[in-house]
């Protein structure tokens, strides 16, 4: 089991490079990722290329005066 099994990180800048490629790690080693970043489709098709049983439920809309950024909970 992975020291990093159970385990909650956040990563920004999560749709491409270093941040898509250490979010696909850190999944597949089981730590509970929370993904960041500006452009909505290429986090759409990082969450796609994950495994589905390891995706969480997003929470519901965020309250506040700024549009809630693209957001993904795996």
Do not use: K, W
């Not at 099994?5 to 956040?10: K, P, S």
């Not at 970043?37 to 759409?44: Q, T």
């Not at 390891?54 to 005066?65: H, I, Q, T, V």
Request: aromatic share 2%; with cysteine; net charge positive.
């Amino acid at each position: 089991m992975s020291a990093l099994a159970g385990r909650t990180v956040l990563i920004t800048g999560a749709s491409s490079g270093v941040g898509r490629d250490l979010a696909r790690s850190l999944a597949g080693a089981g730590a509970r990722v929370i993904a960041c970043a500006r452009r909505r489709a290429m986090l759409d098709d990082l969450v796609a290329d994950l495994d589905p049983r390891a995706l969480r439920e997003p929470p519901g809309p965020r309250r506040g005066p700024r549009p809630r950024r693209s957001t993904a909970f795996f």
